[in-house]
């Protein structure tokens, strides 16, 4: 190369005579222009191992995997039992947002749990298909690489969920409790259904019985394992908070949402394990069709899982003036618990 010759990144050579163009200053200032060598390689070294992955058949069992225990994860929020405190309120907001629970029946449209629990399985299949030939090599060569992608599908699936959960109960711990009653704006005057039913002492019991009392009337069934402990703990724990005179002009009366398997015996049995066993506590049962027609009329939805025997149902709380009539109707979230007290006390202080 001669003086007037100046070398252009890529082996291009500018010519020179007398002056520097300015296209040569410019190529000069900044140095040989092109890419370098290292970082190209370096880069499609990159993609290169990232295509290579891609095809894998252990790509394809991580991503099966993760659809997969993201389905188990649908599942537990879906039928898990509701529990207490932040994992409650994140529960329920999960439950409304996803599956359009109703806070008042506690009952989630199963066509909307249907559809988040099988729609990573068309997904997970196609992965299969797809995939099925890297996916052979591996289960004949390399088969611990699935117990290794199970893992880390597991502990990404399992890190998203419980960082939902933890945004959920900042969220549940930032939202003001204690919010106060709207007293008179929630205020109905339902009439409730006439009844005539025995309780677990074997006394018979009477909506009559109660005229000039405030009654908290709720359903629930001796063997229930989900929401029936959580609402007589709540019904518990309200009436420890009443002074015994309020405790005096109340009445707690609990339909059986199991007529046919409820017998006195069962019911005696949940009334002390609950430490309900007091005498203004009835645990009522009557013939199935008519406690069937009673709570079709306070519209208490109610299905039974003919495999298990289970019964998913409403949650609700149906507080009955001493006009015998339905003044409020709370549901188990966490906001109306919290007003069941308040609510029983503005009864309480209705005059007799």
Partial sequence: MNANEHELGGGQK????GHVPEECTRAMAEGAVGPSPVRVHSRSFVVHRLVAFLGSGSFAA??????????????????????TGAWAAYLEEFRLRCFQLDPVSGVMRMPSIVLMLTEPLPLAAIFFFLWRAPLRRVWCEQRLMFAHAAGAALLLVASIAVSLVGFGSSRADATPTGLPFPADRLRTTLPVPEFNLVNQDGNAVRLADFKGRVVLLTAVYSTCTTTCPMMLSKIRQVLAELTPEQRSQLAVVAFSLNPEADTRELRAATARIYGLDQAQFHFVNGMPAEMNALLDKLAVARTRDEKTGQI??????YLIDREGRIAYRLSLS???????????????????
């Fill in 334 to 352: 966490q906001r109306e618990q919290s007003w069941l007290g308040d609510a029983l006390r503005v009864l309480l202080a209705d005059p007799a």
């Fill in 62 to 83: 991580f991503a099966i995997f993760v659809l997969l225990f993201y389905t188990v994860f649908i599942a537990i929020m879906a039928f898990a039992p509701p529990g």
């Fill in 312 to 317: 998913m149902h409403s949650n609700l709380f």
């Fill in 14 to 17: 500018c010519l020179c005579s």
